[in-house]
T-cell receptor, first 113, second 113 residues
Framework: GNSVTQMEGPVTLSEEAFLTINCTYT??????LFWYVQYPGEGLQLLLK?????DKGSNKGFEATYRKETTSFHLEKGSVQVSDSAVYFC????????????FGQGTTLQVKP | NAGVMQNPRHLVRRRGQEARLRCSPM?????VYWYRQLPEEGLKFMVY????????ESGMPKERFSAEFPKEGPSILRIQQVVRGDSAAYFC???????????FGPGTRLTVL
């Protein structure tokens, strides 16, 4: 079946540190991959996406590359800010666009000044 | 263009009561999805609806839960005879036809006493 596994948190970093949040997936065919961010008390916001192998999604300094050979979609940012503190969710949409997003369990990021 | 609207934002019910959660999709979006987020967990798919049709309800509990998206008006997620285990955040998302990106609302946080 389809599933997403993220690294466990919380991840605590100092401001301007390099961020990596690992995400691996299991899926048949060619899913689309997403990173969503959830700030405290709010809904999810789409951060970036990639729809085919070797695509790189990027937004607000965050990047993730769709790696089919390693079934991964790791999130990276070169220099985090305190305002990046949030919960980050990796998700996949199975091929065929069934509408059923499969989410990882979420990774909490805490950035300290 | 207003985002996805959900109301109420917070809902408190006693065991055995009914809970009705409303979702108004973004303008031009005819596809609605409902997800549930239990504490400290990721989001779990519940149901996917188009206007007047249920497309996929594979994530819905077989009893007490129902969803609709009428021709006019918001989508409704209805939970009858609530139990404490129904306490969670319920998120609605919407998308236009033929697009895989889902836009999320702020969620309804249901507390069952």
């Amino acid at each position: 079946g389809n599933s997403v596994t993220q690294m466990e948190g919380p991840v605590t970093l100092s401001e301007e540190a390099f961020l990596t949040i690992n995400c691996t997936y299991t899926a048949t065919g060619y899913p689309s991959l997403f990173w969503y961010v959830q700030y405290p008390g709010e809904g999810l916001q789409l951060l970036l996406k990639a729809t085919k192998a070797d695509d790189k999604g990027s937004n607000k300094g965050f990047e993730a590359t769709y790696r089919k050979e390693t079934t991964s979609f790791h999130l990276e940012k070169g220099s985090v800010q305190v305002s990046d503190s949030a919960v980050y969710f990796c998700a996949l949409l199975p091929s065929g666009n069934t509408g059923k997003l499969i989410f990882g369990q979420g990774t909490t990021l805490q950035v300290k000044p | 263009n207003a985002g996805v609207m959900q109301n109420p934002r917070h809902l408190v019910r006693r065991r055995g009561q009914e809970a009705r959660l409303r979702c108004s999709p973004m303008k031009g979006h005819s596809h609605v999805y409902w997800y549930r987020q239990l504490p400290e967990e990721g989001l779990k798919f519940m149901v996917y609806l188009q206007k007047e049709n249920i497309i996929d309800e594979s994530g819905m509990p077989k009893e007490r839960f129902s969803a609709e998206f009428p021709k006019e008006g918001p989508s409704i997620l209805r939970i009858q005879q609530v139990v404490r285990g129904d306490s969670a955040a319920y998120f609605c998302a919407s998308s236009p036809p033929s697009q895989n990106e889902q836009f999320f609302g702020p969620g309804t946080r249901l507390t069952v006493l």
